[in-house]
């Protein structure tokens, strides 16, 4: 199994970025697709996640600003960020668990700046 993420970039304070990313493997069913990101120098950590049930949970930083979705048909999640702020800088990592194994994807770099 191989995650592939897409869609970071450089974008001003208010701005708005899509990322995606695509599954590809051997795949019958993905529990849990997420989005984590790590800030030099911090912890990597949770920004949104979902399961194959609808739950989902957002980093209270980034709920009412991020969505994050998820096509199954299509093997791919999204993250969609509005009102980016300077603290969203991050390498952005898309994550998977697919029966118990967590699967992760490259970063994709997030630059919030003016």
């Known amino acids: 199994v191989q995650l592939q993420a897409s869609g970071g970039g450089l974008v001003q304070p208010g701005g708005s970025l899509r990322l995606s990313c695509v599954a590809s493997?051997?795949?019958?069913?993905?529990?849990?697709m997420g989005w984590y990101r790590q800030a030099p120098g911090d912890q990597r950590e949770l920004v949104a996640a979902?399961?194959?049930?609808?739950?989902?949970n957002y980093l209270d930083s980034v709920r009412g600003r991020f969505t994050i979705s998820r096509d199954d048909t299509k093997k791919t999640q999204y993250l969609q960020m509005n009102s980016l702020k300077p603290e969203d800088t991050a390498v952005y990592y898309c994550?998977?668990?697919?029966?118990?194994?967590?699967?992760w994807g490259q970063g994709t770099q997030v630059t919030v700046s003016s």
């Open positions: 994550w998977a668990v697919i029966y118990g194994t967590e699967y």
């Open positions: 979902t399961s194959s049930g609808d739950y989902i």
């Open positions: 493997g051997s795949i019958v069913k993905i529990h849990v």
